[in-house]
């Protein structure tokens, strides 16, 4: 069993925590982790686009000139797609990017991902992170102390906390998630992970109860 060092704010090492990669999933599928994170980066494209075809475009309806006679190639209207200040051919209208696997797959990427970082020594824990209000300073200060700094960290805690999410959003790089909000492209995305040892516990907890 892998014991990872816990570390308090200052940066000190006040314990170990026991965690194997193993425990969360027994192995690690990048093409299953591709294909969540391609899922969940579908869901955020706005598919707003819209361009106008040649029934969207001002202009007669009128045939431009006869069919046969005057030297020029044939022509329709003059909102033909073929002609300048026509429609598009194939206009791009409004559309959903947004897609869905199985929640059994999705469930496992987000287990693997956790593991992964495991694996890849970017897992940072630390025993408590909590402030009376929001500090930016300090939470600033805790993330230098845990050489956390300059980098893109995930910070996870086990519930929605306020004061946490207001003392970090303004620091470059940083994102904060409740352990309830965690995805498989959140995990991955960023370089390290700063979990606290309570979420880190409700993590372990809730992945036993979905392998079962």
């Known amino acids: 069993m892998a014991k990872l060092p816990v570390y308090s704010k200052s940066g000190e090492k006040v314990g170990t925590y026991s965690i194997e990669a193993t425990d969360l999933a027994p192995h690690i599928n990048r093409q299953l982790l591709h294909d969540v994170v391609v899922m969940y980066q579908a869901s955020l494209r706005q598919g707003t686009v819209r361009t106008k075809s040649r029934s ?8 431009m000139y006869r069919q046969k006679g005057t030297g020029n190639a044939r022509a329709g209207s003059i909102r033909s797609g073929v002609r300048r200040g026509g429609g598009h051919i194939f206009a791009r209208r409004p559309r959903d990017y947004s897609y869905r696997l199985p929640k059994k797959a999705v469930r496992l990427a987000l287990r ?13 824990i630390i025993d408590q992170l909590d402030f009376d209000a929001p500090a930016t300073g300090e939470m600033a200060a805790i993330l230098k102390s845990l050489h956390c700094d300059g980098k893109s960290v995930l910070v996870t805690t086990e519930k929605l906390d306020s004061n946490v999410y207001k003392s970090a959003r303004n620091i470059d790089k940083i994102s904060v998630s409740p352990v309830s909000d965690l995805n498989a492209l959140e995990v991955l995305r960023p370089k390290k992970m700063l979990v606290t ?7 372990k907890e809730k992945m036993a109860q979905k392998k079962e």
């Open 197 to 203: 040892q309570a979420a880190l516990d409700t993590i």
């Open 56 to 63: 969207d475009v001002r202009g007669s309806t009128k045939k």
């Open 112 to 124: 693997m991902a956790i593991a992964s970082k495991i694996l890849d020594d970017q897992l940072v």
